[in-house]
Every structure is written in C-alpha cells, then in structure tokens.
C-alpha cells in the first residue's frame, strides 16, 4: 500500500474538528474512484458524482454545509479539459477548504482491471486501451500535481481501499474503531495494510489427514482437529489476553482501524480456524469486528470463474 500526503490541508479544510468540508475525488478510471466514493458515503459524507465542472462554484457559494461533501471527478465530466481544471481546483480548495484525493494505479493493473471486466475505456474509442489510458493520465495530470492525499491502489483489493479511504477521512472524533481478521496464506505473500500478524504454522495441520485436506478451518472437524493440539490452547488464551490489552490503547492513540493476520501455509486450515476464533471472541467482548478469508475467497472466485 502506498500513502502519500503531498501537501497539508489548510486551516479552514475542516468541519469543527471532523473531515474536509469538501473532498474531490478523482483519478483514472478503473483506479477505484467508485469504491473510495461509496466508502465517504459510508462515513457520512453527502456524495456528487460527475458534477459538471461549471456548476461547482455554484455548488460551493450556496448555503453552508451541514456535513462534508465529496464530489467525484473524471474525464468524463462535462467541461472537462486542462483549461478549466486549474481555475475550478483553486476554487475548491482556496475557497471552499477542501482537499483532493487522487486515486492512482499502475497501467499494468488498469490494463488487467479493464480487460479483466470487458468495460470499454472512456478514452480508448475505437483504438487501443493502452492508448486511452495514457491520454487520460495526461488530463489529469494538473489533478494529480494539485493532490493533497494519493491512494495507489495498484495492490490494493477494494477492501483495503475502502480502509485506507476510512483512516484518512474517519472523523477524528467520535469514530467507530473497527478490527478485521483475515486468514492468509504465506504461499501468496503478506495482505497489504496489516498491522498484526501472527504465524500459525506450529500448529497440527489437517492437510496431512486426508480425510480433512478438502474441508477448510470453518469445518467442525477441522477445528476440532486444531484446537486439539496441545499448543493451541496456551497460544490463543495470550493472543487474547494481548489483544484485549492492546485495543483501548490503539483507540486512544486516534487509530480508527486494526488489521491483524493469521497466517499457515496454505490458508485454508489453521489460519482460518483461529481467524474466525478471534473474530469472534473479539466480538464477544464487545469490539466491531470484519473477518476474512483471503484464500478462501480466492478459491471460491476461481471456481465460479471455471463454472462461468
């Protein structure tokens, strides 16, 4: 994941201690302007999007604003184009107090992400998708210079995108601290943004049961299988006692999401079993908690790509 604060917000950027009045979102199509969109939505944001560039500063002088506003962006807005860019960022962000969130992605992935869904570019017309990409980068190219806040979401799912958004503009008071769990396996590398992660592979594995290789951690006998190893017990019971040690901490210090790993070789036996363990222990004493299952996920994607 890759975060990069270009530039403060101003002093008037904010609603009496919360988010930016007014956040413009943009960036190239298929970098997951939609997703960080819907997430401000989701924080309580009033949402506009492809508003016609000549009607913001209408928007912007009318009454005040009762709660933040964010305004999505692209090349397919109405008077769109490098002449009227400059005149309506400096507007918003000069005279509104807002700021620009720019979402940005390799052409490799957009490539894949367009070919992946069968969209047609906005750009592309009747020639080549690589061609409408790199057009579309050069129009917006003032938005980017001008960004106060660059997401790539180059290795990003939509998932962390959403969290990444919601660690930025989560209002600083007030804000719901959120954990997710996620089982992975370490075959396919780290998850982006985790802030804990525990290695689950001392424990038993069921891959080597044959009777239990097709079943995953969620499976009542593959969890009885885990949990009956001598070591799960004393593991889980400090795991615990850490985490609910830890978490107040976390929230006092402002941070408003927790991601912890749980990792074995394959990602489909031990760490899901202690992953929907801890969610939902964690859930019991009271935490707002999201599980996942990478791996699983992955599998059931392919097997329904293979179905289609």
Aim: proline share 8%; with cysteine; aromatic share 6%.
């Amino acid at each position: 994941m890759t975060l990069t604060e270009l530039r403060p917000p101003p002093p008037s950027a904010t609603l009496s201690g919360g988010p930016p009045n007014v956040v413009l979102v943009t960036g190239p199509a298929g970098a997951g302007r939609s997703t960080a969109i819907r997430a401000l939505e989701d924080l309580g944001f009033e949402v506009i999007d492809n508003l016609p560039l000549s009607l913001l500063p209408r928007l912007l002088e009318g009454p005040p604003l009762c709660r933040p506003l964010a305004l999505g962006i692209d090349t397919r807005n109405r008077d769109f184009g490098i002449k009227t860019l400059p005149e309506a960022i400096d507007h918003l962000v000069k005279g509104a107090g807002g700021q620009i969130l720019y979402l940005d992605c390799s052409d490799d992935v957009l490539l894949r992400r367009f070919s992946e869904t069968r969209r047609r570019h906005p750009l592309a017309g009747e020639g080549a998708l690589g061609s409408g990409i790199a057009r579309e980068r050069q129009l917006l190219a003032p938005l980017r210079e001008r960004a106060d806040i660059v997401i790539d979401t180059t290795a990003l799912s939509p998932h962390e995108l959403r969290a990444a958004v919601e660690r930025w503009f989560a209002p600083s008071e007030g804000r719901p601290f959120g954990i997710s769990v996620e089982s992975f396996s370490y075959k396919r590398g780290l998850p982006a943004g985790l802030d804990i992660v525990m290695d689950c592979r001392f424990l038993r594995n069921p891959y080597w049961t044959e009777a239990l290789r097709p079943k995953d951690g969620r499976d009542p006998s593959v969890v009885a299988f885990v949990e009956a190893d001598p070591r799960f017990g004393p593991f889980f019971d400090s795991l615990r006692a850490l985490l609910i040690q830890l978490l107040p901490a976390y929230r006092e210090e402002g941070k408003a999401h927790l991601a912890i790993g749980l990792g074995c070789t394959g990602g489909q036996h031990r760490s899901v079993t202690v992953a929907e363990r801890l969610a939902m222990t964690l859930a019991e004493a009271g935490w707002q908690v999201s599980k996942r299952h990478r791996e699983l996920e992955r599998r059931a994607g392919i097997a329904g790509a293979d179905r289609g």
